[in-house]
């Protein structure tokens, strides 16, 4: 069974730094593509970034771009989001998503994506 389990959130000052990770087990391989999206209470869960099975397609939403960035490290079976000079408006639960099959393309739709990881809370305070 695939698993994803997400760390690193946190509660930080409007213009630090932080940084996500997200650990993937139970899958055959780890070149599947992977995102980061988040959620506020009664707000629908947005995308956040995407990346593909070698990191060479990566696709980061306008609101965070120049500020996140997503990456994957494939013989660790992870995937990071940097997330710098955050704002309140950044604060959100984060989660982990990965597609359910091989050579999937990146998207932002969440019904692209097969499995999710719990969520962390990033909290970020003005």
């Known amino acids: 069974q695939v698993r994803l389990i997400e760390s690193g959130g946190g509660s930080v000052q409007a213009g630090d730094s932080l940084s996500l990770s997200c650990a993937t087990s139970?899958?055959?391989?780890?070149?599947?593509?992977k995102a980061w999206f988040r959620q506020t209470p009664g707000k629908e869960r947005e995308f956040v970034a995407v990346i593909n099975w070698n990191g060479d397609s990566r696709t980061v939403a306008d609101s965070v771009k120049d500020r996140f960035t997503i990456s994957r490290d494939n013989a660790k079976n992870t995937v990071s989001l940097e997330m710098n000079s955050l704002k309140p408006d950044d604060t959100a639960v984060y989660y982990c998503?990965?597609?359910?099959?091989?050579?999937?393309?990146?998207?932002?739709?969440?019904?692209?994506?097969?499995?999710w990881g719990q969520g962390t809370q990033v909290t970020v305070s003005s």
């Open positions: 998503a990965q597609v359910g099959s091989l050579g999937a393309g990146v998207s932002s739709a969440r019904s692209a994506y097969t499995y």
């Open positions: 139970g899958s055959t391989f780890s070149t599947y593509t």
